[in-house]
């Protein structure tokens, strides 16, 4: 049997058609009748990149690692970081960079050592899968507390959106929502932050990197979803 999709209309976003008590996942986009299945963000290419490395062999890594660590100093700053990210991934733009840094920065001290790096990439890795499945009571965990923020200050959150929203388009970038996030929760992890990241991303089927207000709430399970029709859904 052919699998049935879920179609957001107005986004032309894909979703899966889940059972009873299940949450859509973004699989997809649909322009006019072409179909694009499989995430098209650039945060997956980056982190299947540094997963292989790590996966191949451990010293595979470290001379990457230490190609760009170029006073060695035994860890990457800023400006190192990005230039790895860019030889890796050279359409990154700087909002890509910004959002990888963070995802990477363990700490979030702005400098990243090689075991930090490894770690890193495996909790990047595993918190990517966590949210493509949805069912992660770690992920559940981390992003407890963003969850509350969100569904407790609606009005709050809408006003900074908007507020944050400088081109009025109706969207923010992913690390403008990061921001938003942290007005309300100061205190905010690096673990909240790479968990509401990869979370995102893994809604990010388009690639686009950034996301409406109400897909925001969708990418958090924070949405009510009604089937509206065959090939059609709406959420609330």
Do not use: C
Not at 147 to 165: H, Y
Not at 211 to 226: F, H, I, K, P, S
Request: hydrophobic share 35%; glycine share 8%.
């Amino acid at each position: 049997n052919d699998e049935v999709f879920l179609l957001d209309r107005k986004a032309g976003k894909l979703f899966t058609n889940p059972g009873e008590g299940g949450y859509p996942r973004a699989v997809g986009m649909r322009s006019g009748t072409e179909v694009k299945l499989g995430s098209q963000s650039k945060m997956h290419r980056f982190v299947d990149t540094l997963d292989h490395y790590l996966q191949t062999s451990v010293d595979k890594l470290s001379e990457a690692f230490n190609e760009f660590d170029l006073d060695g100093s035994g860890f990457l700053d800023r400006r190192e970081l990005a230039r790895m990210i860019q030889k890796l991934m050279p359409d990154a733009d700087a909002r890509d960079v910004e959002e990888l840094r963070t995802m990477l920065d363990q700490d979030g001290d702005g400098q990243i050592t090689l075991p930090e790096l490894e770690s890193t990439i495996k909790e990047a890795f595993e918190a990517r899968n966590a949210a493509k499945t949805g069912k992660s009571l770690s992920t559940n965990q981390a992003l407890e507390r963003v969850r509350d923020v969100l569904r407790g200050n609606k009005k709050t959150v809408r006003e900074a959106f908007n507020e944050m929203d400088a081109d009025h388009d109706g969207t923010l970038y992913h690390m403008e929502i990061v921001r938003l996030i942290k007005r309300l929760l100061p205190d905010m992890y690096q673990k909240e932050v790479r968990y509401l990241l990869a979370k995102l991303q893994e809604f990010d089927a388009g690639g686009e990197g950034r996301v409406t207000l109400d897909e925001l709430y969708q990418a958090l399970e924070l949405a009510t979803v009604y089937k509206v029709g065959q090939g059609r859904a709406g959420a609330a």
